[in-house]
């Protein structure tokens, strides 16, 4: 039987004491993902495995709501990241589909800087910080996240549960 959540995990006790799961893929997904690492081969058996288990692979599982900023036909799948030793960048408009020709144009936007080009999951927070060595640097990805997956700013630990959960609701009623 497949797990589906009814609401945000909230962690009681320890350094995230507080903080849901669902806001934890935002600002420190590295956290949630060494924990991850640990469960990822075995049965979850508490609510909490479970969870974890459910929202990391959700969080490699939820498409843009944007089109690619290349061809304006297909959705985007990757963003580009420009970078320097000292600092990074990223744009909602430095998006594309997987069609080779965008891929190239998006590529060709930072001809003079290092770049690379991330497909939108979660997991490319890892990179971000593997690139400029700051775990801090996700909360930038984050915002680039948020403006591309439509999520508000103020966003509540149930809102951003919902666009976990509502990618899985919709993926099993295809």
Known sequence: MTYLPEKPYVYKEGRMRGMSMAR??????SFLHSSYLSIKDINPTSEKEKHLKWIIERGENRPPLEKCKQC??????RFLVSYSKNRFFVSPNLISCDRSECKKKLMDQVKEANGISLNFVFS???KIIEITGKESSQMILSGLYKEIFNIPK???DEDLFKFFLEGSLINTHR
């Open 24 to 29: 934890l893929m935002f600002e420190n997904y």
């Open 124 to 126: 490319s927070m890892l």
């Open 72 to 77: 304006y036909v297909l959705m985007a799948v």
């Open 154 to 156: 103020n966003a509540t």
